[in-house]
């Protein structure tokens, strides 16, 4: 059976979304196919406890089911406890691993409870951890008695050595403000000014993979900064909203040309 349930190319090929997922798409991509892999994946987190986060992600991530009715839908993946998390996220880094090239990148965002486990799904997948990055978001409600919850982090590490060339050298502390209800088509959807950051740590002309691609913000930032991308998502209405946003993109940058590849080092 055919792991890809439906797709979508760019006329000129460099944009890919594929609606499937990525346990299952991931190892049809030919082996160091991408240069780098930024993602947002289901964080199962949201509670102190395991019933808190098996609950649905509507009632974790949304102050007021009521508020989101109609706005937001669910989406999947986000009630495992820590064990199968783990088990999980080793499994897809390892084959976003084997289709990254030598010396390419990973940015996987997390938040505070998740940190401990994903950085050793991170190694056990075969990465090589190198930083831990955080995204301030200015603008958070602040509880008497209480640390804010301010920020997400980011885990940054690489196939190997780091292939820097004409990557930017950008702080590992980010700040910017999360999107308001009315401006987000996904719960968990991010600005594209934080994919932007992320991204620009790839070196110049990289292929970005996400296997969590949601609304592809990080397919705009890609775009945006001349680099190919391919997104993979379960749900098909976010890989819909997905396809029509990545295309509007597109339209605002006609000229985007991919510059030519260049000959890729496996991991062996």
């Given at each position: 059976?055919?792991?890809?349930?439906?797709?979508?190319?760019?006329?000129?090929g460099?944009?890919?979304?594929?609606?499937g997922?990525?346990?299952?798409v991931?190892?049809?991509?030919?082996?160091g196919?991408?240069?780098?892999?930024?993602t947002?994946?289901?964080?199962s987190?949201?509670?102190?406890?395991?019933?808190?986060?098996?609950?649905?992600?509507?009632?974790?991530?949304?102050?007021?089911?009521?508020?989101?009715?109609?706005?937001?839908?669910?989406?999947?993946g986000?009630?495992?406890?820590?064990?199968?998390?783990?088990?999980?996220?080793?499994?897809?880094?390892?084959?976003a691993?084997?289709?990254?090239?030598?010396g390419?990148?990973?940015?996987?965002?997390?938040?505070?409870?998740?940190?401990?486990v994903?950085?050793?799904?991170?190694?056990?997948?075969?990465?090589?951890?190198?930083?831990?990055?955080?995204?301030?978001?200015?603008?958070?409600?602040?509880?008497?008695g209480?640390?804010?919850?301010?920020?997400?982090?980011?885990?940054?590490?690489?196939?190997?050595?780091?292939?820097?060339?004409?990557?930017?050298?950008?702080?590992?502390?980010?700040?910017?403000a999360?999107?308001?209800?009315?401006?987000?088509?996904?719960i968990?959807?991010?600005?594209?000014?934080?994919?932007?950051?992320?991204?620009?740590v790839?070196?110049?002309?990289?292929?970005?993979?996400?296997?969590f691609?949601?609304?592809?913000?990080?397919?705009?930032a890609?775009?945006?900064?001349?680099?190919?991308?391919?997104?993979?998502?379960?749900?098909?209405?976010?890989w819909?909203?997905?396809?029509?946003?990545?295309?509007?993109e597109?339209e605002?940058?006609?000229?985007?040309?991919?510059?030519?590849?260049?000959?890729?080092?496996?991991?062996p």
């Open positions: 059976m055919n792991p890809i349930r439906d797709e979508w190319r760019s006329d000129d460099s944009v890919r979304l594929i609606l997922d990525c346990l299952e991931l190892p049809t991509l030919d082996a196919s991408v240069d780098a892999v930024v947002d994946p289901p964080y987190s949201g509670g102190q406890f395991r019933g808190d986060r098996v609950q649905r992600a509507l009632s974790k991530y949304v102050c007021s089911e009521s508020q989101a009715a109609g706005h937001y839908q669910d989406f999947t986000d009630n495992r406890d820590q064990r199968s998390f783990m088990a999980w996220c080793s499994l897809w880094l390892c084959a691993m084997h289709a990254t090239t030598r390419g990148v990973l940015c996987c965002f997390s938040d505070w409870r998740q940190v401990p994903l950085t050793d799904a991170i190694q056990a997948g075969g990465w090589t951890w190198r930083n831990l990055c955080t995204w301030w978001k200015p603008g958070c409600r602040m509880q008497r209480r640390f804010s919850s301010s920020a997400e982090f980011m885990l940054y590490a690489t196939a190997g050595p780091h292939d820097s060339d004409g990557a930017a050298s950008p702080q590992n502390v980010f700040q910017f999360t999107l308001q209800t009315e401006d987000k088509d996904h968990a959807e991010k600005p594209v000014e934080v994919l932007n950051w992320a991204v620009s790839t070196r110049a002309g990289a292929t970005i993979l996400d296997p691609c949601g609304v592809s913000s990080t397919g705009v890609a775009i945006r900064s001349g680099r190919p991308y391919v997104g993979i998502e379960l749900d098909r209405r976010y819909e909203l997905s396809v029509s946003r990545v295309r509007a597109l605002r940058f006609p000229l985007f040309e991919p510059p030519p590849k260049r000959q890729r080092e496996l991991i």
